[in-house]
């Protein structure tokens, strides 16, 4: 059997054979990654579409923290401002068909890049100017902050990981050092499928990779992947992983009844790829036409703290439970070497990221590296909420405070997050 991806392979090596007639004739220009049903099943997803295979959407959190209603978990984690990060994508295509995917595999697949290739600098400018156009369009709704909304207008973050696997744009590593040049920092997030682009990827503010299972058997169960020698790809990004100088993070999403149940194979693969930190985080349910999951796969906070604790306890030696975002079941493991006295440093020095990266020299990632506020800290937070800026309203239906917040200026309230003040 061969698979769809590889049909243009197969095709092209029967011509050169004579098997379609004998006829050899020129070999077709790359096609655009998206049709037209795709491009119009994103953009009305909410996506900007940039160019031919490129993409950007405002994430729910930026939305939120705009109205002084809490930042995501990155803002908790590593200080990120909500209301000023970028969610995007240079590559929507993918080389998994994960069973949790939140985007319902609208999305292009494939195993190797085979379609138009856009300049990095149409990328940069596309996402930028879309993003700013809906941070704009934001102006005028109940509880929006006008200081945030104007900050806003500069981008300081860019989460790459919106959708696909954008590791395997042809220019990844231009675009990178482009985000920088901007003055923003680089999020990216990949599946461990590519280990040759994963090798030669130039230094990102901060680099994940996603452990969705910890046996070859679950990962193919919840990832889908397109590569048969998938496991082998992925175990050889983890060593790669091991060896890269800036901030690493394993990202495990944990979905009941599918990877919940080998802590000891998640503990052996932190061993080996000994990531700086391990995002822990429950699976979001995001319904569908036809939903392959349902709530009861969906673990309770609590039930992702426990994980937590069973992983952590089998590499105490050297990672402890750092902090937690309650609102997103989400936790938080960092290697012990963040941690001074009673102190934890998981928060980014961006602007000194920025410093090194365009120095060009070697750097690694305890040189940027800032203090987590107390709040911040797992344990110390607001009780039932763990994670939950104080300063900011974790607003609900019919709830009033907000009003009251969005009058007052974010300049005046203590602790007011800004990723460069």
Request: charged share 20%; proline share 5%.
């Amino acid at each position: 059997l061969t698979d769809l991806e590889d049909l243009g392979n197969v095709v092209a090596k029967m011509k050169k054979k004579g098997g379609t007639g004998g006829k050899v004739g020129i070999a077709a220009a790359p096609k655009p990654m998206l049709n037209d049903t795709l491009a119009a099943s994103l953009t009305k997803q909410g996506y900007k579409l940039v160019g031919t295979h490129s993409g950007v959407k405002l994430c729910r959190w930026t939305k939120a923290m705009l109205r002084g209603r809490g930042g995501c978990y990155k803002h908790t984690f590593y200080g990120i401002a909500s209301y000023q990060c970028m969610e995007a994508t240079p590559s929507l295509a993918c080389a998994n068909k994960c069973v949790f995917c939140w985007r319902h595999h609208k999305n292009p697949v494939g195993t190797h890049w085979r379609w138009q290739v856009d300049d990095p600098e149409l990328l940069i400018k596309g996402f930028m100017h879309n993003h700013r156009a809906m941070i704009r369009e934001m102006r005028g709704l109940p509880g929006v902050i006008p200081s945030r909304l104007q900050e806003a207008q500069t981008i300081r973050h860019c989460a790459l990981s919106l959708v696909g696997e954008p590791i395997i744009y042809p220019h990844i590593n231009t675009f990178l050092n482009r985000l920088h040049e901007e003055g923003i920092s680089s999020f990216l997030v990949s599946n461990a499928q590519f280990p040759a682009q994963m090798e030669d990827l130039v230094p990102c503010t901060q680099l994940y990779v996603s452990i969705d299972a910890s046996n070859a058997a679950e990962l193919k169960e919840i990832d889908r992947p397109l590569f048969k020698d998938f496991w082998q790809r992925f175990l050889d990004c983890i060593d790669i992983l091991a060896n890269k100088g800036q901030r690493t993070v394993f990202r495990l999403t944990l979905v009941k009844s599918f990877n919940m149940s080998e802590v000891e194979g998640y503990a052996e693969l932190i061993r080996r790829g000994k990531p700086d930190f391990v995002e822990i985080k429950g699976v979001t349910f995001t319904g569908g036409n036809k939903p392959q999951l349902g709530m009861t796969n969906v673990p309770w906070h609590q039930e992702v703290v426990d994980f937590s604790s069973a992983v952590c306890s089998l590499v105490s030696d050297e990672y402890e439970i750092a902090s937690e975002h309650a609102h997103s079941c989400a936790v938080l493991i960092a290697h012990k070497k963040f941690k001074k006295g009673n102190d934890w440093y998981t928060w980014i020095d961006f602007p000194k990221f920025l410093q090194l990266a365009e120095a060009g020299k070697p750097f690694n990632s305890m040189d940027y590296m800032a203090r987590t506020p107390e709040w911040a800290v797992f344990g110390r937070g607001l009780p039932g909420d763990g994670g939950f800026d104080p300063n900011e309203v974790h607003w609900r239906k019919g709830d009033s405070r907000t009003s009251s917040l969005a009058s007052t200026p974010a300049s005046t309230r203590p602790g007011t997050p800004s990723s460069f003040a």
